[in-house]
């Protein structure tokens, strides 16, 4: 059995700090236990598969409007943060879980990640029930998801060939974004080309793209 590289590094454990944000900020910092009351509850409203609704969830906390705005920020921001919030335990556990090196490695971790992510009744609830702001909030430019993902696989990438197992002509970033990309691709499939989604042909993908390793 390989030894895994960089074993007691969990890289998306280091996403956030890679890609702040200010909510990200304010939760660490804790200085202000109304912003983490409010966050614990749309997470909680979120797990259990209940639509997070600003609305709803100032008058559950019994406060305005302005006030949840100016704490969690709009309503895109606190779902970014909440569905990290999930993915990035989930990616350290799969992380620090995996004996595997190379290319192996990462198509073990993506693999299992995207079926997780397939088997998550809340996420899917989440992407059937607004599969248009779900697609804006997991996979653009703008999404704190997609870049602290992005950062995660980069990570990973770069301690792989530091470490000698694995070398490739394109650059990290741009291997890591094609990764992301196909991970997004077999996740997301029903809502951008109406197949199924499937973590098995996720993992054929990864190892294709990764053979040169």
């Known amino acids: 059995m390989s030894t895994p590289t960089q074993a007691p590094v969990a890289f998306a454990a280091l996403a956030a700090q890679r890609v702040p944000s200010e909510l990200a900020a304010r939760l660490a910092r804790g200085d202000h236990p109304d912003t983490i009351r409010a966050f614990v509850f749309a997470r909680r ?30 309503r895109d921001t606190l779902l970014s943060e909440v569905l990290w919030s999930l993915a990035e335990p989930t990616l350290v556990r799969l992380e620090r879980a995996c004996d595997l090196t190379g290319a192996a490695r990462l198509t073990s971790i993506l693999g299992d990640f995207v079926e997780t992510l397939i088997a998550a009744p809340y996420f899917q609830g989440f992407l059937k029930k607004e599969p248009t702001r779900a697609l804006r909030v ?23 060939v530091a470490a000698g197992s694995m070398a490739f002509d394109l650059e990290t970033h741009d291997l890591a974004y094609l990764l992301v990309r196909v991970s997004e691709s077999f996740t997301y499939a029903d809502l951008i080309t109406g197949e199924m989604p499937s973590a098995s042909r996720a993992r054929a993908a990864f190892a294709y793209v990764l053979r040169e390793g």
């Open 45 to 74: 409203t979120f797990l259990a598969g209940e639509r997070v609704d600003m609305n709803d969830l100032a008058a559950r906390l019994g406060v305005d409007r302005t006030s949840l705005f100016r704490w969690l920020g709009n």
């Open 138 to 160: 997991l996979t653009t430019k703008d999404s704190q998801v997609q870049r602290r993902y992005l950062a995660t696989v980069e990570a990973m990438l770069e301690a792989e």
